[in-house]
């Protein structure tokens, strides 16, 4: 029997690493691969409609069987982090996890940590997979595709659980912002969506951040050094004033935490002649962000009246808002996601995500889309692992909210 377990040991070999440098959709021919895989399995299955689109989109149909209850989504991402390696991924199944840190046989430098690892402890007794430390495990998301495919073999297999038409939706290229560039709604056609794309059992992800993207362009005079007096303008040193005059105790990821936003600096490129500078705009109220522009625009616009020989220019392109601002289109979509919680006897835990997922475009554009919890942790990572009781926890979820909306009209 094909188990949960076996089906993402199977994914995870696959390596789809998303890559960000590149105009290729998807980024990278792993995704493809993965995707005529599901594919396959979906028409093994029998899935309706399945189909893989140019760009690696896979869709499927979960058919209903009862009359009138309208078409829901479920929808994981096949790439994983460019963060860490996702080549050869070797998973190690560690059944009935002793509670202590678990140093990866691959490279023992790779410690999880108790005390650095939140909500560790309480996994004890229960299945952990990892990988063996010298790449990410991509549990972010092959956790998520294993709990929809687990899911749709139960609809499938079981026709007495009753249920509308419920539409599977595999994306690329998520972690490298464009997981939803080229999803085609109509096609899907749904009420609302699901992404299965959190971490803990119970967690129902309701917010997220809104985000802009700023490029600081800074353009200096470049001379060789020793004619350099008085005619020299270097855009290296610019840079550097530009980033010691951002905010730091206040607006910095590593000073804040909650429902605090900040500006993050996280790319630095260039030389004497020109530097580029790309700072992360977040906050969970969106008016904010005009604010943390204006932060950027006045610090460029006292530089320059110091330096008045260079050139500093701000560009700021939207990247997608907080969901909750769209997920009052269909209120029912977080309602009998909590009911579905509820009736496994768990009180949902909402959340409101430090970051974006495909829900927060996806719900901007139309689809309602809030976000379920796989049982992943420290994604991103080679300490990256995930929990298979929390992942059958969440397939128990999907056939419960699978129900409920197969109750509505």
Same mark, same amino acid.
């Not at 995707?35 to 309706?48: I, T």
């Not at 997220?208 to 362009?217: P, Q």
């Not at 969106?286 to 050139?311: F, G, V, Y």
């Given at each position: 029997?094909?188990?949960?377990?076996?089906?993402?040991?199977?994914?995870?070999?696959?390596?789809?690493?998303? @890559?960000?440098?590149?105009?290729?959709?998807?980024?990278?021919?792993?995704?493809?691969?993965?995707?005529?895989?599901?594919?396959?399995?979906?028409?093994?299955?029998?899935?309706?409609?399945?189909?893989? +689109?140019?760009?690696? @989109?896979?869709?499927?149909?979960?058919?209903?069987? %009862?009359?009138?209850?309208?078409? @829901?989504?479920?929808?994981?991402?096949?790439?994983?982090?460019?963060?860490?390696?996702?080549?050869?991924?070797?998973?190690?199944?560690?059944?009935?996890?002793?509670?202590?840190?678990?140093?990866?046989?691959?490279?023992? *430098?790779?410690?999880?940590?108790? !005390?650095?690892?939140?909500?560790?402890?309480?996994?004890?007794?229960?299945?952990?997979?990892? +990988?063996?430390?010298?790449?990410?495990?991509?549990?972010?998301?092959?956790?998520?595709?294993?709990?929809?495919?687990?899911?749709?073999?139960?609809?499938?297999?079981? =026709?007495?659980?009753? $249920?509308?038409?419920?539409?599977?939706?595999?994306?690329?290229? !998520?972690?490298?912002?464009?997981?939803?560039?080229?999803?085609?709604?109509?096609?899907?056609?749904?009420?609302?969506?699901?992404?299965?794309?959190?971490?803990?059992?119970?967690?129902?992800?309701?917010?997220?951040? *809104?985000?802009?993207?700023?490029?600081?362009?800074?353009?200096?005079?470049?001379?060789?050094?020793?004619?350099?007096?008085?005619?020299?303008?270097?855009?290296?040193?610019?840079? #550097?004033?530009?980033?010691?005059?951002?905010?730091?105790?206040?607006?910095?990821?590593?000073?804040?935490?909650?429902?605090? #936003?900040?500006? $993050? =600096?996280?790319?630095?490129?260039?030389? %004497?002649?020109?530097?580029? @500078?790309?700072?992360?705009?977040?906050?969970?109220?969106?008016?904010? &962000?005009?604010?943390?522009?204006?932060?950027?625009?006045?610090?460029?616009? +006292? &530089?320059?009246? !110091? $330096? =008045?020989?260079?050139?500093?220019?701000?560009?700021? /392109?939207?990247?997608?808002?907080?969901?909750?601002?769209?997920?009052?289109?269909?209120?029912?979509?977080?309602?009998?996601?909590?009911?579905?919680?509820? /009736?496994?006897?768990?009180?949902?835990?909402?959340?409101?995500?430090?970051? #974006?997922?495909?829900? +927060?475009?996806?719900?901007?554009?139309?689809?309602?889309? =809030?976000?379920?919890?796989?049982?992943? $942790?420290?994604?991103?990572?080679?300490?990256?692992?995930?929990?298979?009781?929390?992942?059958?926890?969440?397939?128990?979820?999907?056939?419960?909210?699978?129900?409920?909306?197969?109750?509505?009209?």
């Amino acid at each position: 029997m094909d188990t949960l377990l076996d089906r993402f040991c199977r994914y995870v070999k696959v390596e789809t690493t998303a @890559i960000e440098e590149t105009d290729k959709y998807p980024s990278s021919p792993g995704q493809l691969e993965l995707a005529r895989l599901l594919a396959e399995e979906m028409r093994a299955l029998k899935l309706q409609d399945v189909s893989v +689109s140019e760009h690696g @989109i896979v869709m499927g149909t979960i058919p209903g069987n %009862v009359d009138g209850a309208p078409t @829901i989504a479920w929808l994981a991402h096949q790439d994983t982090s460019p963060e860490a390696s996702g080549k050869d991924i070797k998973a190690i199944i560690h059944k009935n996890y002793d509670g202590r840190d678990i140093q990866l046989p691959g490279d023992p *430098s790779k410690v999880i940590r108790i !005390e650095e690892t939140t909500g560790l402890a309480g996994l004890k007794g229960k299945t952990l997979i990892t +990988s063996d430390g010298t790449t990410l495990l991509g549990a972010d998301d092959k956790c998520g595709i294993a709990v929809i495919m687990t899911t749709a073999a139960q609809l499938m297999a079981n =026709p007495q659980i009753k $249920h509308g038409p419920i539409r599977v939706v595999f994306t690329v290229d !998520e972690e490298v912002g464009r997981g939803t560039d080229k999803v085609d709604i109509a096609k899907i056609n749904a009420i609302c969506a699901y992404t299965l794309d959190g971490e803990a059992a119970g967690e129902l992800e309701n917010e997220t951040f *809104s985000a802009d993207l700023a490029t600081v362009r800074i353009t200096g005079v470049n001379i060789h050094p020793g004619l350099a007096t008085g005619r020299m303008v270097n855009a290296v040193r610019l840079a #550097g004033q530009f980033l010691t005059r951002l905010p730091w105790h206040r607006l910095a990821p590593e000073t804040t935490g909650g429902r605090d #936003g900040f500006l $993050h =600096p996280y790319v630095i490129e260039g030389g %004497v002649p020109e530097v580029k @500078i790309k700072i992360l705009l977040r906050s969970f109220v969106t008016a904010e &962000l005009a604010e943390w522009a204006r932060i950027l625009q006045t610090i460029a616009a +006292s &530089l320059a009246a !110091e $330096h =008045p020989k260079a050139k500093i220019d701000v560009e700021v /392109k939207k990247q997608y808002r907080n969901m909750i601002e769209h997920l009052e289109k269909e209120p029912r979509a977080v309602k009998l996601a909590a009911e579905a919680h509820r /009736k496994l006897g768990m009180d949902p835990k909402f959340r409101a995500i430090r970051g #974006g997922t495909d829900g +927060s475009r996806l719900s901007e554009a139309g689809l309602p889309t =809030p976000n379920l919890s796989c049982g992943m $942790h420290n994604f991103h990572s080679p300490l990256e692992f995930a929990c298979l009781e929390e992942m059958e926890t969440a397939v128990k979820v999907l056939v419960e909210l699978a129900q409920l909306w197969g109750k509505e009209k």
